[in-house]
Structure formats: structure tokens, C-alpha cells
């Protein structure tokens, strides 16, 4: 399907405004916070206000980058489906190129920026989770797996170690446990998203979970990543680097994961009761899908904010 026909963009407000929404800035802020939330743990405190500012703009650049480089490549598939027909690139308004161009500089620049502010270490990890998120999981897996965001998914886990590794120059067990707590946190809060907007996916022929394998699979397994979260989110409290306080809140926050994906599944379509109930079951489950989806993003920026401020927490 040929990219959607729209009238360019008129005004540098208007201009700019497409230009920055390549960088999926919304996305890039709750990667930012699993970067900078880590970074006092790591510190045991007060991490260098270099290395914050380091993480915070390079990070931002890195993803935002990332981001572009995904709006260039996937412009066919965009163009099909109406959550994305719009956006500048299928719409238009911005030529493929530049979307490209941007991507690859600001990924550049992000480098330096982590590389000169603070270590080799974060800015390898950022470029690398670029890298995943261009090559494994766009080019690669998004068009051909189901498991698509299992794998890919674990570009948007990379943060949580540039932030540690731009304190401590080093990866450990806390570090590897806050990245596979983003790692089985995707799933479950992407097959939510997947669910709603599924007729979309399908029209692209993207083969995400729900499409091909149905609803009650995709729910099935969100419960078991969900389960898998809540159990590597207590790790930083055993190595050491976390406070009970941070145990406390971290069970809470994993247990009322779990709960809203087990209520998730609960509300799938019950054979053999009719035609009524199945619908207004159906409907239930539509609001459950939101609702682990919403639940999902509050979920994650409440524990990082919870183990950020764990230093100084008994």
C-alpha cells in the first residue's frame, strides 16, 4: 500500500513538531527514568551530576535516534495501519531519508556525549541497544515471529545498564536483574497494547502474538512474564543494594502485576454461554486489556522512582 497522501506541513512549528515526534519522545522519557532511577543505587547515593546529565541526554538521544531509524524502515507498514498512517514520514511531510539521517547522528552524538561524560562501558551499552532494537527487533523479528518483542524487547531493557554502568564503570547481578525486569515486563504490557489494536496489526500482516495465536495465548503467557517480573524485581534487596522498604513495595507492585494479568485472562470469551455473555465478556475483557496496559506503565515507573530513592530508605 502506497504511503498516505498529505498535504506537507506548513510553519517551522508545524515542521519541527514532526520532526521531534520521530524521536517518540513519550517512550523515550519512561527509558530515561530506568536510567537515571538506578544510577543512586549505584552510587549509594549521590551519583555525579556529570553522569547524570551523561545518561539523561545521551540516553535520550540514543533511543530518540533509535526511534527515527524504526519510523524510516518500517514506513510501509505504518502507512497501513490507522494508529500510524499519520505520522510524518507515511504522511509526507518528512522525506524517508531524513528520518534515516537523524537516527544515525544522534546515535553518533550520544555516543560522545556518554563516552566524554561518563565511560566507554554506558555509551557501548546505549549504541548497543540501538543496534538490538534497528537490526533484532525491526528488521528482523517484527515481520517474522511471534515472539517479536520477547527478544527484541530487550533494547528497551538496556537503559537500566547504561545508568548503572555510567556510576560503576561495571555490570553485576543488580544491574542483570533491572534489565531482566524491563526484559519480562515487555511482553505482557505490549501484548496489552497488541490486543486492542490487533485489527491493525493483522491489516500490516505484522505477526504479533495476539494476531496469530489468539488472545487466550497471548494472556497465558503474559501471566507466566508477569510472574517472571515480579520475581527478578526483589533481586537488588538480596544483593544487597536495595532495603526493605524496597522489598515491600517491589512484592506489592509484582503482585498486583500478576494479579491484573490472571484478571486479564479470566476475562476472555467463555464458550457455550450464549451469545450475550460472550459478548459482554468479550467487552470486560477489552477494559482488562487496557487496564494491564495502563497498569503496566505505572508499574515500572513506580519501581525504579521506588529503588531510586531505596538509598536513602531503611
Given at each position: 500500500m502506497n504511503a498516505v497522501t498529505t498535504r506537507p506541513a506548513t510553519g517551522a512549528l508545524s515542521v519541527a513538531r514532526d520532526y521531534i515526534s520521530l524521536l517518540?519522545?513519550?517512550?523515550?522519557?519512561?527509558?530515561?527514568?530506568?536510567?537515571?532511577?538506578v544510577m543512586f543505587p549505584a552510587a549509594h547515593g549521590h551519583p555525579r551530576v556529570a553522569a547524570v546529565l551523561a545518561v539523561l541526554v545521551g540516553g535520550t538521544l540514543a533511543a530518540g535516534g533509535a526511534h527515527a531509524v524504526n519510523c524510516w524502515f518500517d514506513r510501509d507498514i505504518d502507512a497501513e495501519m490507522m494508529r500510524t498512517r499519520l505520522r510524518p514520514v507515511p504522511g509526507g511531510r518528512i522525506?524517508?531519508?531524513?528520518?534515516?539521517?537523524?537516527?544515525?547522528?544522534?546515535?553518533?552524538?550520544?555516543?560522545?556525549?556518554?563516552?566524554?561524560?561518563?565511560?566507554?562501558?554506558?555509551?557501548?551499552?546505549?549504541?548497543?541497544?540501538?543496534?538490538?532494537?534497528?537490526?533484532?527487533?525491526?528488521?528482523?523479528?517484527?515481520r517474522s515471529t511471534p515472539h517479536n518483542i520477547v527478544i527484541g524487547g530487550a533494547a528497551g531493557a538496556v537503559p537500566p545498564l547504561v545508568g548503572w554502568a555510567a556510576v560503576t564503570g561495571t555490570l553485576d547481578l543488580t544491574a542483570l536483574s533491572l534489565f531482566a525486569v524491563i526484559l519480562f515486563w515487555?511482553?505482557?504490557?505490549?501484548?496489552?497494547?497488541?490486543?486492542?489494536?490487533?485489527?491493525?496489526?493483522?491489516?500490516?500482516?505484522?505477526?504479533?502474538?495476539?494476531?496469530?495465536?489468539?488472545?487466550?495465548?497471548?494472556?497465558?503467557?503474559?501471566?507466566?512474564?508477569?510472574?517472571?517480573?515480579?520475581?527478578?524485581?526483589?533481586?537488588?534487596?538480596?544483593?544487597?543494594?536495595?532495603?526493605?522498604?524496597?522489598?515491600?513495595?517491589?512484592?506489592?507492585?509484582?503482585?498486583?502485576?500478576?494479579?491484573?494479568?490472571?484478571?486479564?485472562?479470566?476475562?476472555?470469551?467463555?464458550?457455550?454461554?450464549?451469545?450475550?455473555?460472550?459478548?459482554?465478556?468479550d467487552l470486560a475483557g477489552r477494559r482488562w486489556t487496557r487496564r494491564v496496559f495502563a497498569y503496566s506503565i505505572v508499574y515500572v515507573a513506580l519501581l525504579f522512582m521506588l529503588f531510586a530513592v531505596s538509598p536513602f530508605l531503611p
Open positions: 517518540k519522545l513519550r517512550i523515550v522519557l519512561l527509558l530515561d527514568a530506568t536510567a537515571i532511577g522525506p524517508p531519508w531524513h528520518a534515516l539521517a537523524i537516527g544515525i547522528a544522534l546515535n553518533a552524538v550520544a555516543f560522545a556525549v556518554l563516552l566524554a561524560w561518563a565511560n566507554l562501558l554506558a555509551a557501548m551499552l546505549a549504541l548497543a541497544g540501538t543496534l538490538i532494537y534497528i537490526f533484532v527487533y525491526t528488521i528482523w523479528l517484527k515487555t511482553p505482557p504490557h505490549f501484548w496489552a497494547l497488541a490486543q486492542v489494536i490487533k485489527s491493525d496489526y493483522a491489516r500490516a500482516r505484522i505477526p504479533m502474538l495476539p494476531v496469530v495465536a489468539g488472545e487466550q495465548s497471548a494472556k497465558r503467557q503474559s501471566v507466566v512474564y508477569a510472574l517472571l517480573t515480579a520475581g527478578v524485581s526483589v533481586v537488588p534487596f538480596f544483593t544487597g543494594n536495595a532495603g526493605a522498604v524496597y522489598l515491600a513495595g517491589a512484592t506489592v507492585l509484582g503482585l498486583g502485576l500478576v494479579v491484573i494479568t490472571v484478571v486479564y485472562l479470566a476475562g476472555a470469551t467463555v464458550l457455550g454461554l450464549g451469545l450475550v455473555v460472550i459478548t459482554v465478556l
